[in-house]
Antibody, heavy 117, light 106 residues
Framework: QVQLVQSGAEVKKPGASVKVSCKAS????????ICWVRQAPGQGLEWMGC????????NYVQKFQGRVTMTTDTTTTTAYMELKSLRSNDTAMYYC??????????WGQGTLVTVSS | DIQMTQSPSTLSASVGDRVTITCRAS??????LAWYQQKPGKAPKLLIY???NLESGVPSRFSGSGSGTEFTLTISSLQPDDFATYYC????????FGQGTKVEIK
C-alpha cells in the first residue's frame, strides 16, 4: 500500500534552514509528483509547491520563491523540502502528499517545524 | 492567483442533520475542485475530486456538486465521525485551498 513517512519534528532558530524528508513506498516513485502543504497552528492548509520525481521539475508558490527548494532522490524514493531563512511565522506542520492529477489521496503524517529563538 | 472562499467558517449541527458547505472560486475552475476532511492532528483525507466524484472508500452520505465558480459539499445525514474541518481545493491552476469550515456539535 502507498505510504509516505516523514522525518521527525524540528526546532530551529530564526534565520536557520530546515530540511524535511518524505520517504515513499508502495508504488513507482517516479510515476507521481510529490506536493508539500503546510498548516500553521490553528490555521488552514497552504500549498507550497510540487516536484516531479521523474524529471525534477518543480512548481513553487510565489511567496516561497527563493526560500524553498524541493528535491527528490530516486535511489531512496525520498522527497525533500528545504526552507531557508526561517522566521517565527514558518512555525507549522508540514505535510507531503502524492499528487494524482492535482489532488492528493495519500499524505505523510506531518512534520512539526518550530521556529523559536 | 485563484482565491477560494468557503462559507460558513463554522457550522453547528446535530447527528442526523443534512449539512451543506459552499466554496466559491475567484474565477472559473471548470470542475477541478476537491474536498478534504481534516481532524485535529491528522493529515487531510480526500473525500471528493473533480467536483462530484467520490473517492474510493468514502461513505456515500458525502456528495459534491457545482462547476465554474460555485461548489457545494453535502453530508446527507451527519454522523459522529463527521465532526471535523472541511477544505475545498482548486487544481485548475496549481493548488489553492479554501480557509476551511469547522463542523461542530450543536
Amino acid at each position: 500500500q502507498v505510504q509516505l513517512v516523514q522525518s521527525g519534528a524540528e526546532v530551529k532558530k530564526p534565520g536557520a534552514s530546515v530540511k524535511v524528508s518524505c520517504k515513499a513506498s508502495g508504488y513507482t516513485f517516479t510515476d507521481y509528483g510529490i506536493c508539500w502543504v503546510r498548516q500553521a497552528p490553528g490555521q488552514g492548509l497552504e500549498w507550497m509547491g510540487c516536484i516531479s520525481p521523474y524529471n525534477g521539475n518543480t512548481n513553487y508558490v510565489q511567496k516561497f520563491q527563493g526560500r524553498v527548494t524541493m528535491t527528490t532522490d530516486t535511489t531512496t524514493t525520498t522527497a525533500y523540502m528545504e526552507l531557508k531563512s526561517l522566521r517565527s511565522n514558518d512555525t507549522a506542520m508540514y505535510y507531503c502528499g502524492r499528487d494524482r492529477g492535482g489532488i492528493s489521496p495519500h499524505w505523510g503524517q506531518g512534520t512539526l517545524v518550530t521556529v523559536s529563538s | 492567483d485563484i482565491q477560494m472562499t468557503q462559507s460558513p467558517s463554522t457550522l453547528s449541527a446535530s447527528v442526523g442533520d443534512r449539512v451543506t458547505i459552499t466554496c466559491r472560486a475567484s474565477q472559473s475552475i471548470s470542475r477541478w475542485l476537491a474536498w478534504y476532511q481534516q481532524k485535529p492532528g491528522k493529515a487531510p483525507k480526500l473525500l471528493i475530486y473533480k467536483a462530484s466524484n467520490l473517492e474510493s472508500g468514502v461513505p456515500s452520505r458525502f456528495s459534491g456538486s457545482g462547476s465554474g465558480t460555485e461548489f457545494t459539499l453535502t453530508i446527507s445525514s451527519l454522523q459522529p465521525d463527521d465532526f471535523a474541518t472541511y477544505y475545498c481545493q482548486q487544481y485548475n491552476d496549481f493548488w489553492t485551498f479554501g480557509q476551511g469550515t469547522k463542523v461542530e456539535i450543536k
